[in-house]
């Protein structure tokens, strides 16, 4: 079985056992399926949205970064909106990713 170093990654810094069980493809999928609600309508809360930007997060900690990873990124940068508030600290260099995606969003955050 081939090592994931991201999986160790996760492991070595104690984050939840269901992270670490999929690791870096769990997290790959984490984060298409987070951009692809983005894409549809995100319908939940503003605290799940900062939940599910902790993904983003945690694969740059990891630095899980690939190719499909930047190609979710500028489809997620394309549907953002209300860019001059900041909704979440999770970590990410790019505070692009801190902002609010919708108008139902922004609701929460006036």
């Given amino acids: 079985m081939?090592?994931?170093p991201?999986?160790?990654?996760?492991?070595?810094?104690?984050?939840?056992?269901?992270?670490?069980?999929e690791g870096g493809a769990?997290?790959?999928r984490r984060w298409r399926e987070f951009v692809e609600q983005v894409e549809k309508g995100y319908t939940l809360g503003l605290e799940d949205y900062r939940n599910d930007l902790d993904v983003r997060?945690?694969?740059?900690?990891?630095?899980?970064?690939?190719?499909e990873i930047r190609l979710l990124d500028l489809r997620l940068k394309k549907m953002l909106?209300?860019?001059?508030k900041r909704v979440w600290e999770s970590g990410t260099p790019e505070e692009?990713?801190?902002?609010?995606?919708?108008?139902?969003?922004q609701k929460f955050i006036q």
């Fill in 2 to 4: 081939k090592s994931d």
């Fill in 6 to 21: 991201v999986q160790k990654f996760l492991r070595d810094n104690k984050y939840p056992a269901h992270l670490v069980k």
């Fill in 26 to 28: 769990g997290l790959v």
């Fill in 57 to 67: 997060a945690i694969i740059e900690r990891a630095e899980a970064e690939d190719d």
């Fill in 81 to 84: 909106t209300g860019k001059k």
């Fill in 96 to 105: 692009i990713f801190e902002r609010p995606t919708t108008i139902e969003l």
